[in-house]
C-alpha cells in the first residue's frame, strides 16, 4: 500500500496558524475535513476490495438476493478477444405461461470470462419458469462471447450458456459459464464465454424465486457476428462449344470467384434429357473445365454446382453455382441399320443411300 500523506496545508493550519476569530476557526477545520476525505479516498480507490460471507455467518439470504452463495462480485469488463459488435439481443420475460422445470442453477458469485471459465455450481431443487434463448457461433472456430445481462425489474434471473441443448436434469451438461449472480435492476453484469467453433448455444433463463415473474435482457457480443461469405462460381458451356453438338464429351467452364480445393469429379449435378452420367474435371485452382459424357439419347445437358462441395484458404466452402448458359442440346449420332433379306445393303436414318431392294417370297408383298 502506498504511503497517503495528509496536504501540508492541513499541517500548516494545526500547527502554524494562529486563529484569532470563530470564522478562522470554523474555515480550518473544513479544511481539515475535506483533506480526511479525499485522504480517505485516496486510500480506497489504491486498495479495491471484495468481501465474501462465509457459510455460517449471521448474513440473512433469501431467494430474492442476488446470488445464493452470499458473495459480493466485482463486476468487471472480461477480457475482449478482438473487436466485438452487438449480435443480437434477447429481450424476455418469464411469467407462469413459461415451462417449469425441477432445476435451476446455483449462483455461485463467481462470475465467467473467456480467459477463466467459471465452475458448474450446484443444482438447486424447486419448481422454476425458464426460457431458451439460440445463438449460434457463425464461424467454424472458437470465439470469445460476451454477454451483457440485465434485470429490467426488481425481480431476480439468472442466466447460464450451454454448448447445445440444455439437460434439465443435469445443468452441468455442456455447461459453458454464467455471470455468478443476478443483475439488479440498473445494474447490469458483463460475462464472457469461449463459443465452439460453429456451436449452437443455448441461454437458459429462469427465475429465482418460485412463481415470480421476471424480466430481463441479454445483449451478445462478438468478434464475428455473421460467417464469412464463400467462393461464389459460374458455370456456363464452354466457350468453344458447339450447340447443338452430336459429339461427346460435352464441355463446360466452371469459373470461381478465388482460389479453391477439393473440387472433385463427382461435385458437378448433372441434368436433363439425353442422361448424361459422367464427367471428367480438370484444372484449378479457380477456372475448371467439365467434361460431360455418357449421354443415352438425344436431349439436353445440364450442369450446376451445389453449395458445400468445396472450400477456399479460410476453409468457408462455396456458394451454389450462377449460370447464363449452362446447358447444351445433344444430337445422338445417327445409327445404321442392316436391311434385311437384301444382303449387304444398308440404310442410314436421314443420310443419303443408294436404292434400296427388298424381296419377298410372296408375290405382291415386301
Not at 460471507?53 to 442476488?66: F, I, M, Q, R, V
Request: glycine content about 8%; overall charge neutral; aromatic content about 8%.
Amino acid at each position: 500500500m502506498k504511503k497517503v500523506q495528509l496536504p501540508p496545508l492541513t499541517i500548516f493550519m494545526f500547527t502554524k496558524a494562529k486563529m484569532k476569530s470563530n470564522f478562522q476557526k470554523t474555515f480550518a477545520l473544513c479544511v481539515v475535513m475535506l483533506s480526511l476525505f479525499f485522504f480517505a479516498s485516496t486510500l480506497m480507490a489504491q486498495n479495491p476490495f471484495t468481501t465474501k460471507y462465509e457459510s455460517g455467518s449471521n448474513l440473512k439470504l433469501n431467494s430474492n438476493a442476488a446470488n445464493d452463495a452470499g458473495v459480493i462480485t466485482k463486476v468487471s469488463t472480461p477480457i475482449i478477444h478482438g473487436t466485438e459488435a452487438i449480435c443480437t439481443t434477447f429481450v424476455g420475460t418469464i411469467t407462469a405461461a413459461d415451462p417449469n422445470t425441477g432445476f435451476r442453477s446455483f449462483r455461485d458469485g463467481i462470475l465467467s470470462t473467456c480467459a477463466v471459465p467459471g465452475p458448474c455450481g450446484a443444482q438447486i431443487a424447486g419448481t422454476w419458469r425458464y426460457r431458451i434463448h439460440q445463438w449460434t457461433n457463425p464461424v467454424a472456430a472458437p470465439q470469445c462471447v460476451t454477454v451483457t445481462f440485465a434485470n429490467t425489474a426488481t425481480n431476480f434471473s439468472f442466466v447460464t450458456a450451454y454448448n447445445g441443448p440444455v439437460n434439465l436434469a443435469n445443468l452441468c451438461t455442456n455447461y459453458l459459464g454464467d455471470p455468478g449472480s443476478s443483475a439488479a435492476a440498473g445494474t447490469p453484469i458483463v460475462w464472457s464465454f469461449t463459443a465452439p467453433a460453429s456451436a449452437v448455444i443455448d441461454f437458459f433463463v429462469t427465475n429465482t424465486t418460485n412463481g415470480q415473474d421476471v424480466s430481463y435482457q441479454l445483449v451478445i457480443d462478438a468478434p464475428i457476428c455473421v460467417g464469412a461469405v464463400g467462393p461464389t462460381v459460374t458455370i456456363n458451356q464452354a466457350a468453344a462449344q458447339p450447340d447443338p453438338t452430336g459429339i461427346s464429351p460435352i464441355n463446360f467452364t466452371a469459373v470461381f470467384s478465388e482460389p479453391v480445393t477439393g473440387f472433385a469429379n463427382g461435385d458437378v449435378t448433372l441434368s436433363g434429357t439425353a442422361g448424361a452420367t459422367t464427367q471428367n474435371i480438370t484444372g484449378g485452382p479457380t477456372t475448371y473445365n467439365i467434361a460431360v459424357s455418357g449421354m443415352t439419347g438425344s436431349g439436353t445437358v445440364i450442369a450446376t454446382i451445389p453449395a458445400g462441395v468445396c472450400i477456399n484458404a479460410a476453409s468457408v466452402a462455396n456458394l451454389a453455382s450462377t449460370s447464363t448458359d449452362n446447358t447444351v442440346t445433344y444430337n445422338a449420332p445417327v445409327v445404321c441399320t442392316s436391311v434385311n433379306p437384301v444382303s449387304n445393303q444398308t440404310v442410314c436414318n436421314n443420310s443419303p443411300t443408294a436404292p434400296v431392294n427388298f424381296t419377298s417370297s410372296t408375290p405382291g408383298t415386301v
